[in-house]
């Protein structure tokens, strides 16, 4: 008798928990169609919500929300400041000459998506390798005489990370103010004493979180995988390298890493240092004093724009953006990208770039990183929508590297995957540059990658078994969410 009642106890309490889920689940699919995803992001919400409560839902909380509302206020406010103090659009279009007036207006559009102005008289410099890359930023930092912004991803506390840690706490105790901000799922082995270290030297320090609740604490969304540091408003390093063994080649998983980073100086600086402030006011509620004069003027020949996305854009910036460069590709469109499991717009800009007669080449690595997203590349790469377009794996190590090479008029580089999650939902950060010897510089590496690199069959899913071809097909449902 005992038994029977405490059965209908649970019965009771179990349709209680699905009756629950399910009108839960009924609630957030309405949100999601109010809501601006793209539509199958939509739809595939909508169904998982609908059908699977029980398994959608608390997904739904960590990764579904596409907007960060508490953050676009922390943005607006900072822009305000910035540009009541330091009018960056006005100074950037003061001295151009007739020349630079004309290439302006061919960059309307990404000024407009990036509310900023192309600015001239930048120098830049390329780093292939983590090494090169990790010499040239420890040398800037330890010329430091004001401040050093260090922002990561991904900070190793390895042999590599005590190699910065040193030069950024020495720095602190010489009086340089040191900003270090990091992502808390990229960086999520940093421990409080770690932090509490950094703090004892006199660094100011920065966990990036979605949210201030418990709920914001838990999204996996929303992440901040910029790489950026400046060095007295007069230099800065963009790209793809974050901090550790693995970014020098030497991850017994992955052995020689490829990736690409920028070293530069002039204008663009300021356009840099303000993508960082919007990021470290919404953690910290602060905002230091940087160093916004234009040093040094002359720096180089380079024309450059930043562009700094993320999910609280009016726009959908990043997707934008891209997918105006590809439609401008006339002779030449080659891609790096570890990740490739791009949305329809993109597909399209490409399946038509090809039309065009635009020799299209995505460069991936043969080495897998994130397993859903590697099964992925495999149907991308092989549907019929993209057969012209000429898919490579790179073999002597892992690719990180995030370029863009159209014509031989722009480059793209920085922190940017061609996937969704960094497309929408994380805050990313490029450079877009202009200038002959630049272009050249990168089209001769890109050349050498393309060498090492195998090509891929016109359909590789035909040469694999039927479950990794089921696995790569049905990852391509999950696309909005990788």
Not at 116 to 134: C, H, I, P, R, W
Not at 151 to 177: S, Y
Not at 406 to 430: H, K, P, Q
């Amino acid at each position: 008798m005992e038994g029977s009642v405490l059965h209908g106890i649970w019965y009771y309490v179990w349709a209680t928990i699905l009756f629950l889920f399910q009108v839960g689940g009924l609630f957030l699919a309405a949100r999601v169609v109010l809501g601006s995803r793209s539509t199958e992001g939509t739809i595939a919400w909508v169904l998982s919500l609908v059908l699977f409560p029980l398994v959608s839902v608390p997904i739904y909380l960590i990764f579904g929300r596409n907007r960060l509302s508490s953050y676009i206020r922390a943005r607006r406010k900072v822009d305000e400041e910035f540009a009541s103090s330091h009018p960056l659009e006005g100074r950037g279009k003061q001295d151009q000459t007739p020349e630079e007036e004309a290439l302006s207006s061919q960059w309307g559009i990404l000024e407009n998506l990036s509310k900023m102005t192309l600015s001239s008289e930048n120098a830049v410099q390329f780093y292939f390798n983590g090494q090169d890359t990790y010499e040239s930023m420890l040398r800037g930092m330890e010329e430091a005489r004001e401040y050093i912004i260090f922002q990561v991803f991904i900070f190793r506390h390895d042999a590599q990370g005590l190699r910065f840690l040193d030069v950024i706490r020495r720095k602190a105790r010489e009086g340089v103010k040191v900003y270090f901000l990091v992502d808390a799922i990229g960086s999520n082995k940093l421990r409080s004493a770690f932090f509490r270290k950094l703090k004892k030297a006199g660094v100011e320090t920065g966990i990036f979180l979605p949210g201030r609740t418990f709920r914001g604490r838990l999204r996996l969304n929303f992440r901040n995988h910029r790489k950026i540091i400046v060095v007295d408003g007069k230099e800065a390093w963009v790209g793809g390298h974050n901090i550790g063994i693995e970014y020098v080649g030497k991850s017994p998983r992955f052995g020689p890493w490829r990736d690409t980073h920028v070293h530069v100086s002039g204008p663009v600086v300021d356009a840099i240092q303000l993508a960082f402030l919007e990021d470290w006011y919404w953690v910290t509620r602060s905002m230091p004093p940087l160093n916004w004069e234009v040093a040094p003027r002359n720096a180089g020949p380079v024309r450059a724009l930043c562009l700094a996305t993320g999910p609280t854009d009016p726009d959908d910036t990043c997707t934008l953006a891209f997918v105006h460069m590809i439609n401008h590709a006339r002779k030449r469109l080659w891609i790096h990208s570890p990740y490739f499991v791009p949305a329809e717009e993109v597909l399209v800009a490409l399946q038509l770039a090809t039309l065009r007669g635009v020799d299209v080449r995505v460069l991936m690595p043969a080495k897998m990183d994130h397993r859903l997203v590697w099964l992925g590349s495999f149907y991308y790469s092989s549907i019929p929508q993209l057969d012209k377009v000429r898919f490579f794996r790179y073999q002597p190590g892992f690719l990180h590297s995030k370029m863009m090479l159209v014509d031989d008029d722009l480059l793209a580089v920085g922190t940017v995957n061609f996937d969704n999650r960094s497309f929408r939902i994380n805050f990313e950060i490029t450079l877009i540059l202009e200038d002959p010897e630049v272009i050249e510089t990168c089209h001769q590496q890109m050349v050498q990658d393309f060498a090492s690199a195998r090509e891929d069959p016109p359909d590789p899913l035909a040469e694999r078994n039927i479950f990794f071809r089921l696995a790569a097909r049905a990852v391509r449902l999950l696309g909005p969410l990788l």
